[in-house]
């Protein structure tokens, strides 16, 4: 029996079939269910747990269609349009998932409808039954109790009290006074279940552009059996690119164990891509770089690979100036770096048209950015105007200068005193004009380039014009200069 | 398709070759060498830095940051090819972001240069490894601050060999670090020179005070000061300016004093205080 707190006391949120034959509901407070029952097995209730367990059963559930919702706290909605026949119908279907489910859980109850909410109402109030032509599926709904709508117990309550037990009274009536007593919410729940107003699931993931798996008979229990499956997989994936002209982006492997646990496997790249080689080593290069490793327990009975993004991708040709094969090879280096240390690990400096400073390179995650800008030369002749290395957030210093807007003397950073020798100055970089308004917080920076007495060069900033912006404007150093 | 372009990869490295015996660079480099430029420098490595090898630069104070990244930047400018940048997030925090307009004022462009961010010292040196193993790479730099216990004796032999087995150029950049045995081929330390003043006393190019402080398998010691020239990707000897160090701060105001002659309060200033 499981409990869980509720208002300040210890209720029962969940029972094992024992437990309810001794008088015990769920809801009941656990002193009463004690009082009842004196040697119970009590442990707290873990909703978290349960919804962990409940997506695992959803992956083993990929198996049968691509499109699997959640519906917690504990059940599974499968949309199972056009996937019937590879099962032999749609009796077989619903089998196949019970026995395969049997294996994790005591109490499966499935249910099949043509709407999302007929076959959970099914499920939950019918279960068990299968039929053999539509029209007996809805007779068994209209005879359901008005709880299978999954509405709110008072006006369950209100309902049972006006007479309507089944859902079958309710479709009966006219659907204006019943929203008028009841509520709009009602009608439109009674119009879903009965398959007359239009009802779909949210599953998990969108289908992939291209998949592709392979089923074992037999479960295989070594890695390199199943990697070299894996293979054979990439190599059909290839050719479905090639025979449509496009690359992958981004391929996804996952390998379904037979105790349902399921293990991913995926890489990305920076250009599309369709050579099944290339593909398998960078899923090599992710597989070594698991920290745990592929686990495959009983053996792995199914493994799939899909293909989520696609772009159009032209043939390539060698260059023999070797133009784009450099730019081939980079990717390449890319897109195993990115595969072995994480896609976020690596990244690209990318320009940026702004003037502030911290704001004038971004560093996106190289996977992403196949092509960067050119950067601006500097100018020929002129030492570095930006420094190597930019503080950010810039880091405050106190600085002592002849005049409160002339050049800084000497200044303190980090406990220690800096004497300029050098400075060249200041080049005023002002906030974009919308934050510079009056009243607003952008401030204009005058910066310096230091150098002290040590050679050390320094790029330091006064923040905020003397008297016009600021009385007393804050210094601030920015950055190191080579 | 693959036989097609290892032929075509080993025709360009021998045109490449050749263009760089017939280059005017003072009679070309020698095979597995990348020459600094600096007479001195190159002297004392034996014709320049080798290739596929594991070099260390040292900045023995934090505040000397920016100036061995530089040279680094410098260096790997020199090595040429891809430029693989290996940090740690700490690193970030405290020296502050590598900044790639910093890096197009050095001559490296930004588009060649991949920038690995990883949590710890020990994730950078994995992360290093693998880099080293991709011979597609011209030069890891690591960036280590601090002494990281990871990284001791083993873990440099380990990158060295896997340098020399790949052909990538590793340099370990230890900021705030003291040197410990580790089998780099050259070891450097780096710490900031006073500039060339440009006019109005105006900071000028990037100079450090560099010194080879081990090197494997010929005598070790020099120590040079060196202007990193952008136009000429090259170290060049920095022109005197009147004494390296500290103590040359006051002849230095001195020689360029007429061109600061507006600000005599300052010159006073500097007196007064230093």
């Given at each position: 029996?499981?409990?869980?707190?509720?208002r300040?006391?210890?209720?029962i949120?969940?029972i094992?079939p024992?437990?309810h034959?001794?008088?015990l509901t769920?809801?009941m407070?656990l002193?009463?269910?004690r009082?009842?029952?004196?040697q119970l097995?009590?442990?707290?209730?873990d909703?978290l747990?349960?919804?962990q367990?409940?997506?695992?059963l959803a992956d083993h559930c990929d198996?049968?269609?691509p499109?699997?919702?959640t519906?917690p706290?504990?059940m599974?909605?499968?949309?199972?349009?056009g996937?019937?026949?590879l099962f032999g119908?749609e009796?077989a279907?619903v089998?196949?998932?019970e026995?395969?489910?049997a294996?994790f859980?005591d109490h499966?109850?499935?249910?099949?409808g043509d709407t999302?909410?007929?076959?959970q109402?099914?499920a939950?109030f019918?279960p068990g039954?299968?039929?053999a032509r539509p029209e007996?599926g809805?007779?068994?709904l209209?005879?359901?109790p008005?709880?299978?709508l999954?509405?709110e117990?008072e006006?369950?309550?209100?309902l049972?009290r006006?007479?309507?037990?089944?859902?079958?009274?309710?479709a009966?009536r006219?659907?204006?006074?019943?929203a008028?007593?009841?509520?709009e919410?009602l009608?439109?729940?009674?119009d879903r279940l009965?398959g007359s107003a239009?009802?779909r699931i949210?599953?998990r993931r969108?289908?992939?552009?291209?998949?592709?798996?392979?089923?074992?008979?037999?479960?295989?229990?070594r890695t390199e059996?199943?990697?070299?499956?894996?293979?054979n997989?990439?190599?059909?994936a290839?050719?479905?690119?090639?025979?449509r002209g496009?690359g992958g982006?981004h391929?996804a492997?996952?390998?379904y164990?037979?105790d349902?646990?399921t293990?991913d496997?995926?890489a990305?790249?920076?250009?599309?891509m369709r050579?099944?080689e290339?593909?398998?080593?960078?899923?090599?290069?992710?597989?070594?770089a698991?920290s745990d490793?592929i686990d495959?327990g009983?053996g792995?009975?199914?493994?799939r690979?899909?293909?989520?993004?696609?772009e159009?991708m032209a043939?390539?040709?060698?260059?023999?100036e070797?133009?784009?094969?450099?730019?081939e090879a980079?990717?390449?280096l890319?897109?195993?770096?990115?595969?072995?240390l994480?896609?976020?690990?690596?990244r690209?400096?990318?320009?940026r048209?702004?003037?502030i400073?911290?704001?004038?390179a971004?560093?996106l995650?190289?996977?992403?950015?196949?092509a960067?800008?050119p950067?601006a030369a500097?100018q020929t002749?002129?030492?570095p105007?930006?420094?190597?290395h930019?503080?950010?957030?810039?880091?405050?210093?106190e600085v002592i200068?002849?005049v409160?807007?002339g050049?800084?003397?000497?200044?303190?950073?980090k406990?220690?005193?800096?004497?300029?020798?050098r400075?060249e100055?200041p080049?005023r970089i002002?906030a974009?004009?919308?934050?510079h308004?009056?009243?607003?917080?952008?401030?204009?920076?005058?910066y310096?380039r230091v150098e002290?007495?040590?050679?050390?060069r320094f790029?330091?900033f006064r923040?905020?014009l003397?008297?016009s912006?600021?009385?007393d404007?804050r210094?601030?150093v920015h950055g190191?200069f080579a | 398709?693959?036989p097609?372009?290892?032929?075509?990869e080993?025709?360009?490295?021998?045109?490449?070759?050749l263009?760089?015996a017939?280059?005017?660079e003072?009679?070309g480099?020698p095979?597995?060498?990348a020459?600094?430029g600096?007479?001195g420098?190159d002297a004392?490595l034996?014709g320049?830095?080798m290739?596929?090898?594991?070099?260390?630069?040292?900045?023995?104070?934090?505040?000397?940051?920016?100036?061995?990244?530089g040279?680094?930047?410098?260096l790997?400018?020199?090595l040429g090819?891809t430029?693989?940048?290996?940090?740690?997030?700490?690193?970030?925090?405290?020296?502050?972001?590598?900044h790639?307009?910093?890096?197009?004022?050095?001559?490296?462009?930004?588009?060649?240069?991949?920038?690995?961010t990883?949590p710890?010292?020990l994730?950078?040196?994995?992360?290093?490894a693998?880099?080293?193993?991709?011979?597609?790479?011209?030069?890891?730099v690591?960036e280590?601050?601090?002494?990281?216990?990871?990284f001791?004796?083993?873990?440099?032999?380990?990158?060295?060999?896997?340098a020399?087995?790949s052909g990538v150029t590793v340099?370990?950049l230890?900021?705030?670090?003291t040197?410990?045995?580790?089998?780099a081929?050259?070891r450097?330390?780096?710490s900031?020179?006073?500039s060339l003043?440009?006019?109005?006393?105006?900071?000028?190019?990037p100079?450090w005070?560099?010194e080879l402080?081990?090197q494997?398998?010929?005598?070790?010691?020099?120590a040079?000061r060196?202007?990193w020239n952008?136009?000429?990707?090259?170290?060049?000897?920095?022109p005197?300016?009147?004494g390296?160090?500290?103590g040359?701060?006051?002849?230095l105001?001195g020689a360029?004093?007429?061109?600061?002659a507006?600000?005599?309060?300052?010159?006073?200033?500097?007196?007064?205080?230093?």
């Open positions: 029996m499981l409990v869980e707190k509720v300040g006391a210890m209720r949120a969940a094992c024992e437990a034959a001794q008088g769920p809801g407070m002193a009463d269910a009082a009842q029952v004196p097995g009590v442990e707290p209730h909703p747990a349960d919804l367990w409940l997506e695992r198996r049968f269609t499109l699997v919702a519906d706290p504990d599974l909605v499968l949309d199972i349009t996937c019937t026949h119908g009796a279907l089998a196949a998932a026995d395969s489910l294996r859980s499966v109850r499935s249910g099949c999302p909410e007929a076959a109402a099914l939950r019918a039954l299968s039929f007996d809805d007779v068994v209209r005879r359901l008005v709880a299978a999954r509405i117990e006006v369950q309550t209100a049972i006006a007479g309507l037990k089944t859902i079958g009274d309710l009966m006219p659907s204006a006074p019943l008028a007593r009841f509520g919410d009608v439109e729940r009674l009965l239009d009802s949210v599953p969108s289908p992939p552009a291209l998949r592709f798996e392979t089923r074992f008979a037999e479960p295989i229990a059996a199943a990697m070299a499956a894996l293979a997989l990439a190599g059909q290839a050719e479905a690119l090639e025979q496009m982006r391929f492997a996952r390998f164990r037979s349902g646990r293990f496997l995926a990305e790249t920076s250009l599309p050579d099944g290339v593909l398998m080593r960078l899923l090599h290069e992710r597989l070594d698991l490793p495959p009983f792995f009975d199914m493994i690979l899909i293909v989520p993004r696609i159009p043939p390539s040709q060698l260059q023999l070797g133009g784009a094969v450099s730019e980079f990717a390449a890319i897109d195993r770096l990115s595969s072995r994480g896609r976020g690990a690596i690209r400096f990318q320009p048209d702004t003037h400073p911290e704001q004038a971004l560093t995650p190289a996977v992403d950015l196949p960067p800008e950067w500097p002749g002129e030492p105007s930006r420094p190597i930019l503080f950010d957030p810039p880091q405050p210093i200068a002849e409160p807007d050049p800084p003397h000497r200044f303190r950073w406990r220690q005193q800096h004497h300029v020798v400075f100055g080049e002002a974009p004009w919308w934050k308004a009056p009243g607003k917080s952008g401030l204009t920076r005058d310096y002290d007495a040590r050679g050390r790029w330091i923040h905020g003397y008297d912006e600021r009385p404007p210094w601030y190191l | 398709m693959s097609a372009r290892d032929s075509l080993s025709l360009k490295a021998h045109i490449a070759g263009e760089r017939c280059a005017g003072s009679g480099e095979a597995g060498m020459r600094t600096h007479a420098v004392a034996g320049g830095l290739r596929a090898r594991l070099h260390e630069i040292f900045a023995f104070e934090a505040d000397d940051a920016g100036c061995a990244t040279f680094a930047a410098a790997a400018l020199r090819g430029l693989v940048w290996l940090r740690e997030g700490e690193a970030e925090r405290r020296g502050g972001q590598l790639a307009p910093g890096l197009v004022e050095i001559g490296l462009s930004p588009a060649q240069v991949i920038l690995g990883l710890d010292a994730a950078v040196l994995r992360a290093a693998d880099v080293t193993r991709c011979g597609d790479v011209g030069v890891a690591v280590l601050w601090r002494n990281p216990r990871a001791d004796l083993t873990a440099s032999r380990r990158l060295a060999l896997a020399e087995s340099i370990a230890r900021i705030a670090a040197p410990a045995p580790s089998a081929q050259t450097w330390q780096v900031a020179a006073p003043p440009m006019e109005a006393n105006a900071p000028g190019y100079a005070r560099i402080l081990r494997r398998g010929r005598p070790a010691g020099g040079w060196v202007e952008r136009e000429q990707a090259c170290l060049a000897e920095a005197p300016v009147g390296a160090g500290t040359g701060a006051a002849a105001s360029v004093l007429p061109l600061s507006g600000r005599p309060a300052r010159t006073t200033g500097l007196q007064r205080t230093g």
